[in-house]
């Protein structure tokens, strides 16, 4: 069965800075990625998704995502972060017909 | 265009009193459908999936039950709530490997 974990359950950054927010997977066959954002008291938009071909993703709101199959991951990356980026995030991978999410990763941004 | 709807939006509802979470879906034919469980401060669980009119896979053994008695509804239900049903829960929909598109969820407190 797939899973996914993502190692950091909450991250503060300050405006203006870069951001990583990590995610690693397990599956037996070649993943389907993605990278959900839930804003509080809402419901979930996809920021990207990796299926196949080039392995740097990007994707909505100025975000990209690396899949890193060496590693097993699949990393979410902004160079300049907003306050309005302040949410959770979640990494999931799909498999079986169905989609398995991580976590999250609260991201907090200091002015 | 694809549109799901997810109703209500909150609900209050007393210890060992009934459920019933509606969720449809416009402008596809034959989805998957999924009830996802996000309880407070954590992450989402999948709870069942649907890939056709009446057949139901249940991931977690629980209080709940899902029906699909048409293509495009599905339906979660309990018929005696606890304490640990509250949670905010979100109807998603797929059609193959084309990505999820998730309703705007109802937050569920059960008192």
């Known amino acids: 069965a797939q899973s996914v974990t993502q190692p950091d359950i909450h991250i503060t950054v300050s405006e203006g800075a870069s951001l990583e927010l990590r995610c690693n997977y397990s599956?037996?066959?070649?993943?389907?990625l993605f990278w959900y954002v839930q804003s509080p008291g809402q419901g979930l938009q996809l920021l990207l998704k990796?299926?196949?071909?080039?392995?740097l993703v990007q994707g909505i709101k100025g975000f990209e995502a690396e899949f890193k199959r060496s590693q097993s991951s699949f990393n979410l990356r902004k160079p300049s972060v907003h306050w309005s980026d302040a949410a959770e995030y979640f990494c999931a991978i799909q498999g079986a017909q169905k989609l398995v999410f991580g976590q999250g990763t609260r991201l907090t941004i200091n002015p | 265009s694809q549109t799901i709807h997810q109703w209500p939006a909150t609900l209050v509802q007393p210890v060992g009193s009934p459920l019933s979470l509606e969720c449809t879906v416009e402008?596809?034919?034959?989805?998957?459908l999924y009830w996802y469980r996000q309880a407070a401060g954590r992450g989402l669980q999948l709870l069942f999936y649907?890939?056709?009119?009446?057949?139901i896979s249940s991931e977690v053994p629980q209080n709940l039950s899902a029906s699909r008695p048409q293509d495009r509804q599905f339906i979660l239900s309990s018929k005696k709530l606890l304490l640990s049903d509250s949670g905010f829960y979100l109807c998603?929909?797929?059609?193959?490997?084309?990505?999820?598109?998730f309703g705007s969820g109802t937050r569920l407190t059960v008192v």
């Open positions: 990796y299926f196949s071909g080039d392995t």
């Open positions: 599956y037996g066959a070649t993943p389907y």
């Open positions: 649907s890939v056709g009119i009446g057949q």
């Open positions: 998603a929909w797929s059609v193959r490997e084309g990505g999820y598109t």
């Open positions: 402008g596809t034919s034959n989805p998957n």
